[in-house]
């Protein structure tokens, strides 16, 4: 744990704005909460992997950064796609130890929690739509079996209905620059 505080006090003072991590130990949000405090950054937010799935949607980042696990899975630490359940129990921990936003990731495999957690907190909720979202709309864009502009404008949409107040996509240069366009903003 020690080493999650000291990355996110290096992440703040080069200018990270919230800093965000991976792991799911139990006790991981408050020791972050108490180091940062500590350290006078009280008013920095701090966004909690509430809900990451054990999920086949990350296979794109993993193979671009050749991290695939050496041995066994991630299995062990990552979230059982079929209980929807463990969402609320580790969102209520992250909240009592003082996470400001919660996040859903993948994001739309599991819009049913994001809206269960919208539900459930008073928190900002995020969605991150991976990179094997991601992919698998650019190939069909690529194939010519989906319009680019109007499949990522619905899927951005789904994840606000859903009760998403915060999207992280490797769209958001391209989506913002369309909405614009659009007049949406």
């Given at each position: 744990m020690k080493l999650s505080c000291i990355q996110c006090y290096v992440s703040l003072t080069n200018l990270c704005n919230i800093p965000f991590y991976k792991s799911h130990q139990d006790g991981r949000v408050k020791a972050i909460r108490d180091a940062?405090?500590?350290?006078?950054?009280?008013?920095?937010?701090?966004?909690?992997?509430?809900a990451k799935y054990a999920s086949a949607?990350?296979?794109?980042?993993?193979?671009?950064?050749?991290?695939?696990?050496?041995?066994?899975?991630?299995k062990t630490y990552q979230q059982d796609p079929a209980n929807g359940r463990e969402a609320?129990?580790?969102?209520?921990?992250?909240?009592e130890e003082?996470?400001?936003?919660?996040?859903?990731?993948?994001?739309?495999?599991?819009?049913?929690i994001i809206r269960r957690l919208k539900d459930a907190s008073d928190l900002p909720i995020a969605a991150y739509h991976v990179s094997g979202e991601y992919a698998m709309l650019k190939a069909a864009v690529e194939k010519g079996w989906l319009d680019e502009k109007?499949?990522?404008?619905?899927?951005?949409?789904?994840?606000?209905?859903?009760?998403a107040d915060i999207i992280l996509t490797y769209y958001a240069k391209?989506?913002?620059?369309?909405?614009?366009?659009?007049?949406?903003?």
């Amino acid at each position: 744990m020690k080493l999650s505080c000291i990355q996110c006090y290096v992440s703040l003072t080069n200018l990270c704005n919230i800093p965000f991590y991976k792991s799911h130990q139990d006790g991981r949000v408050k020791a972050i909460r108490d180091a940062l405090d500590s350290e006078g950054f009280t008013n920095v937010s701090i966004l909690s992997y509430t809900a990451k799935y054990a999920s086949a949607y990350y296979g794109p980042f993993r193979d671009a950064l050749d991290s695939h696990p050496g041995f066994g899975d991630k299995k062990t630490y990552q979230q059982d796609p079929a209980n929807g359940r463990e969402a609320l129990i580790e969102a209520a921990l992250d909240a009592e130890e003082g996470a400001d936003m919660l996040m859903v990731k993948p994001g739309m495999p599991y819009l049913d929690i994001i809206r269960r957690l919208k539900d459930a907190s008073d928190l900002p909720i995020a969605a991150y739509h991976v990179s094997g979202e991601y992919a698998m709309l650019k190939a069909a864009v690529e194939k010519g079996w989906l319009d680019e502009k109007d499949v990522v404008l619905e899927t951005l949409t789904c994840f606000k209905r859903a009760g998403a107040d915060i999207i992280l996509t490797y769209y958001a240069k391209q989506a913002a620059q369309w909405m614009k366009e659009d007049g949406l903003y």
